[in-house]
């Protein structure tokens, strides 16, 4: 089982050598980096990152910005969201990630059938932009979103991966959040077994009557009902812990899976 769980910590520290080198020595498989706020590494970086990982062996990812609402009234919203999922494929390309993740957008106004047409037609549109400029070795993946005021039920995601060709992150944590503490792991695997190399975020997490509020420090109870189902479902999985400390964490998922038989 081991050998199909990778688990890695969100967040580097920072774009230096020793960062990247300091989570290879504490043992995780590698590591999402976080531009969750800005975009914080450049082409030349992420150059350096990508030859220094030839040693290392880190199995990136990127999170874009929260900034992105592909469903947003005013276009320039639209069209600056696109560019800030461009630029994370542009920097992921360099640095050689599998995948930047995103949260796609809100409901807002619309119903769910509008709001699924236009963020899928927004895809598509980055999809190529993407391919035009030769990003398209870096997957898209939208992510399952923690309030139901989000869109980004595991179907409608499911959905895109179909109509779009994207992949998607399943955020366990988030689809607990995003209904009340209830997530039926068989319903979800049996969903999502059938994805090569999935990738996941996990946390603890604290919510309320709208869904996610914070996250949380991981339980170890969590950890291994996760485990379980992962096994009994035969899913490979790629799990990046986003508690408020992401490698902390991420070790301890790592000695819990050691200790699975």
Not at 144 to 163: H, Y
Request: glycine share 8%; aromatic share 8%.
């Amino acid at each position: 089982m081991s050998n199909k769980i990778f688990i890695c910590p969100a967040g580097t520290g920072g774009a230096e050598a020793k960062n990247f080198e300091n989570l290879k020595k504490a043992g995780v498989d590698g590591v999402e980096i976080e531009f969750t706020y800005s975009i914080w590494m450049n082409k030349e970086q992420a150059i350096k990152l990508k030859e220094l990982n030839t040693k290392l062996g880190l199995r990136l990812s990127i999170h874009a910005p929260y900034f992105i609402n592909l469903n947003s009234e005013e276009k320039a919203k639209v069209g600056a969201s696109r560019a800030r999922i461009l630029k994370c494929l542009e920097i992921g390309h360099y640095m050689g990630a599998k995948c930047v993740v995103f949260h796609p957008g809100f409901y807002m106004k619309k119903s769910k059938e509008e709001t699924y047409k236009i963020i899928c037609e927004q895809i598509k549109r980055i999809q190529e932009e993407a391919k035009e400029k030769g990003f398209s070795d870096v997957k898209l993946a939208p992510e399952t979103t923690g309030k139901a005021s989000q869109f980004g039920d595991l179907d409608e995601l499911l959905n895109l991966m179909k109509d779009t060709g994207c992949h998607i992150c399943v955020d366990f944590s988030h689809l607990k959040a995003r209904y009340n503490g209830k997530i039926d792991y068989d319903d979800v695997m049996k969903k999502i077994q059938h994805i090569k190399e999935l990738h996941a975020h996990f946390s603890g997490i604290e919510f309320g009557e709208k869904g996610e509020r914070r996250h949380l420090l991981t339980e170890d109870k969590d950890i291994k009902e996760l485990f379980h189902y992962l096994n009994k479902y035969d899913v490979s999985v790629n799990i990046v812990n986003e508690s408020p400390n992401p490698l902390g964490d991420a070790l301890k998922m790592k000695k819990i899976l050691g200790q699975i038989k």
